[in-house]
């Protein structure tokens, strides 16, 4: 996430959990991609659109946006990791 840019400092206190701002020692071409792909991505794929909706309720779209960049780059680690092809699950009922 670091590497993406999309990591933020966390303070925590007395049970409150605030962020800074996004880190800027980073991979700008990589964060810029991401943050496009995360504007797009809810379009398509409803995992990501659940995300997005969650966040946006809680807060902004830019943090929405950011959430979802989030979880795109956990799907890519995922899919690096295991060297198979991406497949979307189906949701167990």
Do not use: W
């Not at 398509?44 to 979880?71: D, F, I, M, P, Q």
């Amino acid at each position: 996430m670091s590497y993406c840019g999309l990591s933020a400092r966390q303070d925590e206190s007395a049970g409150k959990s605030k962020r800074g701002p996004l880190s800027k020692q980073r991979n700008r071409h990589l964060q810029t991609m991401l943050i496009e792909a995360s504007k797009l991505a809810p379009r398509y794929n409803e995992k990501l659109k659940v995300v997005h909706a969650k966040e946006v309720e809680t807060g902004s779209r830019n943090r929405a946006t950011v959430a979802v960049a989030r979880k795109l780059v956990a799907y890519l680690l995922s899919v690096d990791r295991s060297q198979r092809p991406f497949e979307m699950r189906a949701q167990a009922a």
